[in-house]
């Protein structure tokens, strides 16, 4: 053999030597570690703040009936998310989306399913006058916090005036700039920990970023390109909910949704925003055909010809991302003022 | 030490240093720019997936995400390599071919650049170096493979050009994309000299897809027995429908038709043919079917080259086609088989079946063992049956 020749074999087996064992979970350093919390110039962080707003989230008496607050859709018990398909609000209206987990909102662009608030501080507003959400009107919750001493101190200390729809919002999105993920079993092996993740986790990251295809939109640290699409959930009806194009009203939008962030989804079944499937098997399995086939599909959509076996990795590989989160009850609440009746009682949920 | 060596050397040298550090690391061009593995487009590399197809028809840009990309410029490095070398044993009967083989071999080294220019303007170029034989490297012709350049959605995907040295129509098979090492002996059929389905051409090609169909035109240069002052005279075109979701290549039932007609010189002079232009076609049915993570590819060709391109009494019909199997139960090992046939008039003689049957295995998404046997008759007029066994262990790698 030619002295090349010789080169080359060497070179060959030194390659083999190196890459004994399959693929050990490629490094898509996209999906590194998380940033610290953006936290907008006009609404910085301070501790009476993030109390007030902690109060507010678990207040149910920003609710018509004083009996839903933030906390019973977005129970911290449950991951922050709730447990049911779809949520029921007051007088037990249940409404079409299921709700999605808090934790780790404060790095979304877009808030909802359909991106329809831009910040927590405009999100914040939404499920208080909505409807079947907690059914009240701004003006009254303003007039009910300032009816109540201990929250009319608090708004003075925070920002200098009494409870305002503002204050309200900044407080509420303040708290929940509180509420992200810390690590999970996947950042620690990001970090060189390779014992920190399963042998199936492992070959589940590999396929998130290849046969599976999921990184093409599940991409970044928080594995959520941020963008919107159609994967075709819930488009097998006549005349299905038109998603983010109910926001921009353009056709191309019809039927998409937010990219969500796959941290801590293991915790927030049921999932996708109708709450139709339960396990992330079966949304696995949802992939594994190719969606739901409707003219606006996503062109990244397709069948998989994914094995059980590599759909069950894929699923150890999302359950590695399972984060510590704040784990914590109601404060204690301010009393309603005994001279204001029509408040209703205060408390704990 | 010849340049070529010089360059294979280099590029040992860079497969290490990327390779050995960091094992189960997938890299090349397209997947260093994403930071994808290999698998986000390679059913099996070199064979493409649903999702890589997709890519490839859209200029090399994610489906769906045109107003994401990034163009070579705003990336990495948009070059790669594949190189291939292992154990190869040939043996041929009755053949004026070579008749005995069998060593280490060094069998072929691909530079390989793609990415996008502009939106909607992406460009693929695969190079050849030139490399001399010697024991233990195989020959290799220095050649520009390919170099096209593509513009997609012109208006709507329905319309995409392509410019430059591409395959032709290479939905349907790709010649440069197939597992096996043997080739798909009904594509390289034809008079001597005769160019159509068997490897990259020059010319211009239209492409469109939808909701399932797609379609190709091209008029390209054709075969080398054309003159430098020919002008282009050969035209092709191919419709296909998937049927399900999917491109047909892991996922979906693809149905496709192609027609080629073309005219070329006859002889075999080194540089030109001699003679007037003849005619040839070809038509051709094909089929890529999926169930339970394997593929059944199918094609059917009947081909016709003019009398004078044989030199026979007669203009010659031919048809042919293969059968191809294969299973890919995971990510990291497929297996295939296929039967080849060609059926040639009396008058020319020259049946041919060949049995090829084989596996790769992946290390990783990058680097493949690639084990092969095949068998090859060939009738010859006026002689005995010519006989090829062909057997291969390579490494096939990508970076």
């Known amino acids: ?349 | 030490m010849t340049r070529t060596r010089m360059l294979l050397m280099m590029g040992i040298v860079a497969m290490s240093g990327a390779m050995l550090p960091q094992s189960g690391e997938a890299i090349p061009a397209f997947a260093r720019k994403y930071g994808y593995n290999c698998t986000m487009c390679h059913s099996s590399f070199p064979r493409l997936n649903d999702y890589g197809e997709r890519y490839r028809q859209n200029a090399y840009q994610l489906p769906g995400r045109e107003n994401e990309e990034k163009t070579v410029l705003e990336g990495p490095p948009p070059f790669a390599v594949r190189l291939s070398g292992g154990y190869t044993s040939y043996s041929a009967q009755n053949s004026p071919d070579i008749q005995e083989q069998e060593e280490f071999l060094m069998n072929g080294v691909d530079v390989l650049s793609s990415g996008l220019l502009a939106p909607n303007i992406g460009y693929f170029v695969t190079l050849l170096p030139q490399i001399d034989e010697s024991r233990g490297v195989e020959a290799q012709d220095g050649t520009l493979e390919s170099g096209n350049v593509m513009f997609s959605n012109l208006g709507s995907p329905w319309l995409n050009v392509r410019v430059g040295r591409m395959e032709p129509a290479s939905s349907a098979f790709s010649v440069k994309r197939k597992l096996s090492i043997t080739p798909y002996e009904v594509y390289s059929f034809g008079a001597p000299g005769v160019a159509t389905l068997a490897d990259t051409q020059d010319g211009i090609e239209a492409t469109g897809h939808g909701r399932g169909l797609a379609y190709a035109v091209g008029y390209l240069n054709g075969s080398e027995n054309n003159r430098a002052d020919d002008a282009p005279q050969d035209v092709y075109a191919r419709a296909s429908v998937v049927l399900g979701a999917g491109e047909g290549q892991t996922a979906g039932q693809r149905l496709g038709v192609i027609g080629y007609l073309g005219q070329t010189r006859p002889g075999t002079d080194e540089a030109d043919g001699t003679g007037d232009r003849q005619d040839l076609s070809r038509v051709g049915f094909d089929a890529s079917l999926n169930a339970m993570h394997s593929n059944l590819a199918l094609q059917y060709l009947v081909g016709e080259d003019d009398q004078l391109l044989w030199g026979t009494t007669e203009d010659v019909e031919f048809s042919g086609g293969f059968a191809e199997l294969s299973v890919m139960p995971c990510t990291w090992i497929v297996g295939f088989g296929r039967f080849d046939w060609v059926d040639t008039p009396s008058d020319i003689d020259q049946d041919i079946t060949r049995w090829t049957g084989g596996a790769r295995y992946y290390f990783v998404d990058n680097l493949a063992l690639h084990v092969e046997y095949s068998h090859r008759r060939q009738h010859q007029p006026d002689a005995p049956v010519a006989t090829e066994d062909f057997a291969a262990a390579r490494l096939d790698l990508a970076f």
């Open chain 1, 1 to 349: 053999m030619s002295r090349m020749g010789m080169c080359v074999w060497v070179m060959l087996a030194l390659v083999l030597a190196g890459s004994a064992g399959r693929a050990s979970g490629s490094g898509f350093l996209a999906n590194g570690p998380l940033p610290p919390v953006p936290v907008p110039a006009d609404n910085p962080q301070t501790d009476a703040k993030i109390r007030l707003g902690r109060a507010l989230y678990f207040e149910p008496r920003l609710s018509a009936d004083n009996t839903i607050s933030c906390a019973t859709c977005h129970n911290p018990k449950t991951g922050w998310a709730n447990i049911t398909p779809t949520d029921t609000g007051i007088g037990k209206q249940v409404g079409d989306r299921n709700s999605g987990t808090i934790v780790n909102s404060a790095y979304m662009q877009f808030q909802f399913w359909d991106g329809r608030a831009g910040s927590l501080e405009e999100q914040a507003l939404g499920p208080i006058h909505n409807p079947i959400e907690m059914g009240e009107t701004l003006d009254n919750v303003v007039r009910k916090l300032n009816a109540i001493p201990g929250y009319r101190d608090m708004f003075q200390d925070v920002f200098g005036t009494d409870a305002t729809t503002d204050g309200i919002a900044k407080a509420i999105a303040a708290f929940e700039r509180t509420i992200v993920s810390g690590p999970s079993p996947y950042s620690r092996y990001l970090a060189g920990d390779r014992e920190a993740m399963s042998p199936a986790a492992v070959r589940g990251q590999a396929l998130f970023n290849g046969k599976g295809h999921c990184s093409a939109c599940h991409s970044g640290p928080l594995f959520s390109d941020q963008g919107f699409h159609n994967l075709g959930v819930g488009m097998q009806v006549a005349s299905p909910n038109p998603g983010r194009q109910k926001v921009t009203n353009k056709p191309g939008d019809l039927g998409r949704y937010k990219t969500p962030t796959l941290l801590n989804v293991a915790v927030t079944a049921p999932f996708l925003h109708d709450g139709s499937e339960k396990t992330l098997l079966d949304v696995m399995m949802f992939y594994n055909r190719g969606g739901v086939p409707n003219p606006n599909l996503d062109p990244q959509m397709l069948p998989l010809a994914l094995t059980k076996k590599e759909m069950q990795d894929l699923v150890a590989f999302m359950e590695a991302l399972t984060g510590t989160y704040p784990v914590m009850e109601a404060p204690p609440l301010p009393p309603d003022s005994p001279a204001s009746a029509e408040t209703g009682k205060g408390g704990a949920l």
